[in-house]
């Protein structure tokens, strides 16, 4: 299986890299694995339209053509990022402002509002960090990946994620906990 990871996290001396080399441990090397580092990559997120570049033609923006390619490749893709302010961090969503475009991800059929979702068949997997309370991040800001994993993904491109795994309240974790959920990760791609 070809697998692709999008990690963003603006360095590897953290949780977040700990978890992205657990994943990269624990995938079995029968696998070809690539892996796109938002922050190390220097991505643009910024997202803009002018007389050159229009809206229509993304899908063809020679700058996010290798990215787009990493995904058709991919059969798997998992995503690994903090939650900040309740959300994706906004590298990774000029990722997907500038990567997950019409006529590559989804494309709408002439009077249609439905989507047809052109990255059917491929899954993936979310991880998540944040510094919020379970509970607080479960019953009163429900997004924490949600809208990743519903909207875009499945409802949009046709990608079904297959597990979501948070860590919630970092701040207040102990270094137990972190283990503990660096295990669970561990366990989790070692029978992907």
């Not at 070809?2 to 963003?8: D, G, K, Q």
């Not at 309370?133 to 994993?149: C, E, I, R, S, T």
Request: some cysteine; proline content about 5%; glycine content about 4%.
């Amino acid at each position: 299986m070809n697998i692709l990871i999008i990690y963003s996290y603006p360095h590897h001396d953290s949780l977040n890299g700990n978890i992205l080399d657990t994943v990269l441990q624990s995938i079995d090397k029968q696998h070809t694995v690539t892996t796109i580092d938002l922050y190390q990559d220097n991505f643009n997120p910024v997202l803009y339209f002018d007389k050159v570049h229009r809206r229509r033609d993304l899908q063809f923006d020679p700058e996010t053509q290798a990215y787009r390619d990493a995904i058709t490749h991919s059969d798997h893709i998992i995503f690994i990022f903090p939650i900040w302010w309740s959300g994706m961090p906004a590298i990774l969503k000029g990722f997907i402002d500038r990567v997950f475009v019409q006529n590559f991800a989804y494309a709408y059929a002439p009077k249609k509002l439905i989507p047809i979702k052109l990255l059917k068949g491929k899954t993936a997997d979310i991880i998540v960090t944040h510094d919020t309370p379970y509970l607080f991040a479960k019953l009163v800001q429900k997004d924490y990946g949600n809208v990743l994993k519903k909207q875009i993904l499945a409802d949009m491109c046709g990608i079904k994620v297959n597990k979501m795994l948070s860590l919630p309240n970092v701040k207040n974790s102990s270094l137990n906990q972190r283990q503990q959920f660096l295990k669970k990760v561990a366990n989790y791609f070692l029978k992907l």
